[in-house]
Every structure is written in structure tokens, then in C-alpha cells.
């Protein structure tokens, strides 16, 4: 009785620190998506700041809430390098090429497809790179419902039958 609420705890603290991952890490797997739609609307003939006002309505739900507040900033009429600043700030440093990119071609007023194009290309790699690295871990997670439901599993269906009948033959010749 026991070890099952030791079980217990040690399962519920780990789902609470399952579930308390940072922000950042599903922000960063977003960001192929956002800088492929960001591309498609500048191809289309958008300009920067169009196209960021454009983007919530194509992006992933994580960054839902932060792309419509950029929207609602250009709207009131906020500067778009400020927006832009903002954005920053709220998402952290995985937006920083793109912001940079897009303020820097807002002002200068240069074709940043290839650049776009450029940076998509690393943020695919870099989202592969994290999915190996989710895969190479995947044998130490999946360790703790081995031990914990298949290996006792295991002794209950072929150890304790075979102890059984070696106790009775035991006992038996003792009798």
C-alpha cells in the first residue's frame, strides 16, 4: 500500500512538471508556420506591416493572442517599428530575425523574400533538429511505464504461478 502511494506521488509530480514546460518551446515550434504564411502574404504583394496585420488570421493558436494585439496596435495607428518591439518582447528571442527582417524592410523598403526564404529554411532544420532530439528521448520515457505496469504485469502472469506450484510440490513432500 505503501509503494502505491509512493507510485503515485512520484506520477503526479511528474505530470505537474510535464505540464509546467515553458512557453518558449511550443512558440519556437511554431515559427516554421509563421514565417512560411509571413512569406506567402509578402509574395502576395503586402507590405510588412500589411502582412503582419494579416498574419493572425493564418497563425498557429499559440500565437494567436500576440499576433492580433500586433493587428490592434497597427490599427491605432502605433508605429510599426514599435509594434514590432513589442512583439519581440512578448515572444522572446525566437522571433528576433523575423522582427528585425520585416522592420529593417519596412523602413529601407528592400525585397526580403530571399531572406525570408533563408530563414524559413533554418527554422524548418532547427524544428527537426528538436523532433530527433524529442525521439532520442523517447526510450527514457517510455522506461517508466515499463518498470512500472508491464514488469509487474510480468511477474504476476509467469513468476507467481510457477512459485505457487513449486510451494504446493514443497509442501507436499514435506507432508
Not at 50 to 78: I, T
Not at 149 to 170: D, E, K
Amino acid at each position: 500500500m505503501i509503494s502505491l502511494i509512493a507510485l503515485a506521488g512520484i506520477a503526479g509530480v511528474f505530470f505537474y512538471y510535464r505540464q509546467r514546460k515553458p512557453e518558449t518551446i511550443s512558440i519556437s515550434k511554431n515559427i516554421p508556420e509563421l514565417i512560411d504564411t509571413l512569406l506567402v502574404l509578402i509574395r502576395a504583394g503586402h507590405s510588412p506591416a500589411a502582412a503582419m496585420s494579416q498574419l493572425h488570421n493564418w497563425s498557429p493558436d499559440e500565437l494567436k493572442q500576440h499576433l492580433f494585439r500586433v493587428h490592434a496596435e497597427l490599427l491605432a495607428g502605433q508605429r510599426f517599428a514599435e509594434t514590432m518591439k513589442s512583439l519581440r518582447d512578448a515572444l522572446g528571442p525566437c522571433v528576433y530575425p523575423i522582427c528585425d527582417i520585416l522592420v529593417s524592410a519596412d523602413r529601407d523598403g528592400l525585397p526580403i523574400t530571399s531572406v525570408l526564404d533563408q530563414l524559413s529554411f533554418h527554422a524548418h532544420q532547427e524544428r527537426r533538429r528538436l523532433r530527433e532530439i524529442e525521439a532520442k528521448e523517447l526510450p527514457v520515457r517510455l522506461l517508466f511505464p515499463l518498470v512500472c505496469c508491464i514488469l509487474p504485469s510480468f511477474v504476476l502472469l509467469a513468476m507467481v504461478p510457477m512459485l505457487v506450484n513449486s510451494l504446493t510440490v514443497v509442501s507436499a513432500k514435506l507432508l
